[in-house]
């Protein structure tokens, strides 16, 4: 076991902003140097206190100026990055650890901006394209609108930690879910085994006894294996565009409707349920939550050449 380095005074300092050590250095220097000389000079035997510990003042006002220096410098944003509609300070690196990956949210944004120069796409009818173009947070929207269309209840999880689940499914009036539903918008590598073996440890700990998982993309061979030994349907992204299509026409554009309503593509940020914002840095593009700093969510984008 690794022993931890126990905090002292000066980390505390040195963790604060600059203008904290600052305040210390001005008001110990002042305190020793003419506060505590004037409250000693009615007593001979204080005034003696009082003026031996004058020098105090300077060792204070030193060493806490010192600090408050070393803060001013070392914690000056050295990152700048421009958006259209301002220019602020962000320092996007390092990632903290909880960022979600593209491996949370699809990998679909790589090709999305690969497109991005297109002209605006303003789809008028249903194909597998539409599907693979909506943003992660519609297409669980849009998942659960197509089940409520073939007569079940459904429910959507809201943004934030959904424990593996994307909405719920009910028959009539019951209150307890027949099945629960889990989406990845992933269009650049299939569905592997693990994200459907933790549906069902989803399901098998709230005694769901069905599991429904749909995708913009395919399976891999181990996935289809796993379901197929377990009440697990998987919904590729071409088998879902089937079951769409075979709707009534009123239905899929009501289902159209859902997909396309306002910005489709904008991925919507996790934890704050709101659009990203497209950024530039040295380092790479990225989209980041709008809200920042107060949320620092990101979703990194490979450059394409």
Known sequence: ?????????????????????AIVAIAGFIAFQWIVPALTAHSPILRVFGLTFKPVGYFI?????VIAAVNLFRHRPTHRIASSESVREYVPFPIPPDTPTTDQVGRSWEEMMARVSEPEFIPSTWSLELLRRIEWKRFEELSAAFYREIGLRSETIRCGADGGIDAKLFKGDSSEPVAIVQCKAWNSRPVGVKPVRELLGVMTHQNIPEGIFVATGDFTKEAIEFA?????DLVSGSTFMGMIQKLSAEQQEKLLAVATEGDFTTPTCPSCGIKMVWRKSERGDFWGCSSYPRCRQVFHVATTK
Do not use: E
Not at 61 to 65: A, K, L, V
Not at 228 to 232: A, L, V
């Open 61 to 65: 006002g030193g060493i806490f100026g």
């Open 228 to 232: 197929k030994s377990n009440p697990i």
């Open 1 to 21: 076991m690794v022993r931890r380095r126990k905090t002292t005074g000066i980390d505390v300092f040195l963790a604060a902003p600059w203008w904290v050590s």
